[in-house]
């Protein structure tokens, strides 16, 4: 069975040998899934990580199935997905937790939300996506808050002292320490998406867009729009884009500017982190720029605040 190169790459780079026994054992996995489901799977998406395929059903119902490494990263997807109840968020129709299967509604057109051109246009029609989802948190849930996306930035400290990639210490610590103010200051959690961005977000017919692939978090929903912020920008028009923006995702949702401004500094230190590639040193210098340009317009919008001194 031929399978796309970057997919491969991935799998083996972030599950090493248990993701090589899962890409060989792909094969036997999906016949499992058209025997119990009578479906016949059809050629794969553009992959990233997971193997995703449309599917029909014996009684012609197109869905779409979603194979992936059972480990914590699945469960908490499925979780996310049952807790969401297909509320603005793609609908689950089956699982098979033990060997990662998820069974979902396929929707169509089924374009990205990075098939538009018109940054304005794509920020409001965002807001609305993520308005539908703005779910208040469960009592109880095995999905993590947002404490430990600071717990994941203080170790990552831990084990680079002198910094991480183009990190200076002093930025990695001033942004432990707002991580550390939003989560102790955080006064009401939501379930959040985890990983919102233009790719996560289909278009779904009639003009509707519908969000798909969640990582499922709990916290504030400022803190869940920082990765779309961040994503889609160019070193020419990046403080103008992101200031827009900031300025139609605050208004659309209500939401509290200088919290946003604060995540989202701390969120681009932490993802700029997670970028850093450890054999050549490379990293996104899409997110790596979006630390300035959110401590800029942090200190535009409130230029009392001690936060940056
Ligand atoms: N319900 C769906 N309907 C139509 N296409 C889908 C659906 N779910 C996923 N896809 C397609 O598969 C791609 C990868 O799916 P996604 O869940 O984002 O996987 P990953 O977790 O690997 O990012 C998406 O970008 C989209 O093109
Ligand atoms: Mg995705």
Redesign the pocket.
């Known amino acids: 069975m031929p399978l796309q190169n970057d997919f491969v790459k991935n799998v083996k780079l972030y599950f090493q040998e248990q993701g090589e026994e899962w890409l060989n054992e792909l094969p036997n996995l999906i016949r499992y899934c058209e025997e119990k489901w009578s479906m016949e799977v059809g050629e794969p998406?553009?992959?990233?990580?997971?193997y995703?395929a449309?599917a029909i059903m014996d009684d012609g119902t197109e869905v779409?199935i979603?194979l992936?490494i059972p480990g914590e990263g699945f469960h908490h997807e499925l979780e996310a997905l049952k807790l969401f109840n297909g509320q603005g968020m793609?609908r689950l129709i089956d699982s098979d937790a033990e060997k990662g299967v998820l069974i979902?509604?396929?929707?169509?057109p089924?374009h990205?939300l990075a098939t538009l051109e018109d940054h304005e246009d794509t920020a409001r029609i965002a807001a609305r996506a993520i308005r539908k989802l703005i779910t208040p948190a469960p009592a109880k849930t095995i999905l993590p808050t947002t404490k430990a996306r600071e717990e994941n930035l203080r170790k990552q400290i831990r084990n680079h002292p002198n910094g991480i990639g183009p990190i200076p210490r002093d930025i990695l610590d001033r942004s432990l320490d707002i991580f550390t103010f939003l989560n102790e200051t955080t006064e009401q959690r939501y379930l959040l998406h985890g990983d919102f961005h233009h790719?996560?977000v289909?278009s779904s017919g009639d003009g509707e867009w519908t969000v798909?692939?969640p990582k499922g978090l709990v916290g504030e929903i400022e803190y869940d729009l920082i990765q779309f912020m961040l994503n889609r920008q160019t070193q020419q028009n990046a403080y103008e884009v992101i200031g827009q923006r900031v300025e139609i995702f605050t208004n659309e949702l209500n939401l509290n500017k200088k919290r946003l401004l604060l995540w989202g500094y701390a969120h681009a230190v932490l993802s700029t982190a997670w970028s850093v590639d450890a054999k050549d040193g490379s990293y996104s210098e899409d997110f790596y720029r979006g630390i300035d340009i959110f401590q800029s317009l942090y200190q535009h919008h409130f230029k009392k605040s001690d936060m940056f001194i």
Not at 45 to 50: A, D, F, H, K, T
Not at 104 to 108: G, Q, R
């Open positions: 998406y553009e992959l990233s990580i997971n995703v449309p779409v979603k992936c793609v979902l509604e396929i929707l169509t089924g990205t790719y996560n289909l798909i692939d």
